[in-house]
């Protein structure tokens, strides 16, 4: 059986992001939330790269339950 992730936060980050690469926390225990800290050290966790061209809003997903990851798809609203 697969290690389940933390739920990092019960609603998704919300903003715009500009041009370039960023990392998205899969583990669920960052606490900058939705970007990885390092927190996943001795998991099986790794983080999800997210790299945009251009500055785009965005909705990324805090809650780890998204099946559309970085981006928040409302997995949260079933917790």
């Not at 992730?5 to 715009?16: A, L, N, Q, R």
């Not at 945009?52 to 998204?66: F, G, V």
């Amino acid at each position: 059986m697969s290690e389940q992730p933390e739920i990092g936060g019960k609603t998704p980050w919300v903003g715009t992001l500009e041009a370039g690469e960023y990392w998205w926390c899969t583990c669920g225990r960052s606490s900058n939330q939705p970007y990885c800290d390092g927190s996943h050290a001795g998991t099986s966790f790794t983080p999800q790269q997210l790299t945009l061209d251009e500055p785009k809003k965005c909705a990324l997903c805090t809650c780890k339950r998204t099946a559309n990851g970085p981006y928040c798809d409302g997995a949260h609203t079933k917790l």
